[in-house]
């Protein structure tokens, strides 16, 4: 049973934590990395949570920016100039997950039920660029979780951008070798032994076709999926035994799929990605933002009964 101190901010290992209520909701957010620390319906998790002394070993929660997933070797052109960014995946010799995910971003707007976090990513050696994130987190007894990540180019040249963020969905920590999952995406990125991609394929010539609900059981998941609809989709993971659901809606063309083995497969990570890995690369789906743009992704995180009630 994870447990939290009963004022609403504190500094801890994660930064100021604030806590927020709604409905049957109960959420926790950090500012370290502007992440979801934690999130209850009707008394059970549905992410997998993180105490506030806990440093994530999985990137729990943690906000994107400003890029998802691997570059590989740290080393991008844009604009005919080669950037070589810092290795902090020095197994696959990637540059992981963007800069925000270990900085304590500024609370610029709490209450009961919000929290917005802000980051300036200043210019620096391999991202020359300027930009300003915002992450609004907002809980709904209607609709769950709510989450904003707007980022905006205060620079005066284009700047390559993408974004995800790293929610373990959970059936209240029961494994997820006893879920069903439903993906709604038609292809999966394939990798090699370093996690870069190596191409597409239909998810069924992998074993990895979850358009129809099915069992997760021993299945070691870490891809990225595409093929994805261009409406509002939703990645829903059920437990049979205890009739709980968790569900990720969101409008991304991308999202990665990991089993948390590295957690005990007490969850699954569900990203929704603007951008594949090494989109910074391959510029499949990369976002460019021009001086004075601004780019927003949104998603929202609920709990329901199993079928619904």
């Not at 806990?54 to 844009?78: C, H, M, Q």
């Amino acid at each position: 049973m994870v447990e939290y101190p009963s004022a609403d901010t504190y500094d801890a290992a994660n930064g100021t934590v604030h806590t927020l209520a709604a409905g049957d909701y109960r959420a926790t957010v950090f500012s370290s990395g502007a992440a979801l620390g934690r999130l209850i319906w009707r008394g059970h998790d549905i992410v997998v949570p993180v105490t506030a002394s806990e440093i994530p070993i999985a990137y729990e929660g943690k906000t994107l920016v400003p890029w998802p997933n691997r570059i590989a070797d740290g080393r991008y052109s844009f604009r005919d100039r080669t950037h070589e960014l810092p290795i902090n995946e020095h197994a696959t010799n990637s540059a992981l997950h963007g800069f925000g995910c270990w900085v304590n971003w500024e609370t610029v707007e709490l209450n009961s039920c919000e929290a917005t976090f802000r980051l300036h990513c200043l210019p620096r050696y391999g991202y020359p660029f300027h930009l300003i994130t915002e992450v609004t987190y907002r809980l709904t007894a209607d609709r769950g979780l709510c989450t904003e990540i707007t980022s905006t180019n205060v620079g005066a040249s284009p700047a390559p951008y993408g974004a995800s963020s790293h929610p373990y969905l959970t059936c209240g920590l029961a494994p997820v070798d006893e879920c069903i999952l439903t993906v709604p995406a038609e292809r999966v990125v394939t990798v090699d032994d370093r996690l870069l991609p190596t191409g597409t394929v239909p998810g069924g010539e992998v074993d990895l076709d979850f358009r129809e609900a099915r069992a997760v059981g021993p299945l070691q998941i870490d891809h990225a999926f595409g093929g994805l609809p261009r409406d509002e989709w939703e990645v829903v993971l059920r437990h049979p035994g205890a009739g709980l659901s968790a569900r990720l809606t969101a409008t991304a063309p991308w999202l990665q799929i990991y089993t948390g083995d590295r957690l005990g497969r007490r969850g699954i990570a569900v990203e929704p990605m603007t951008c594949p890995p090494d989109a910074f690369n391959s510029k499949d789906d990369l976002i460019v933002l021009e001086s004075g743009d601004h780019h927003t992704l949104r998603f929202r995180i609920e709990g329901s009964f199993w079928p619904n009630t």
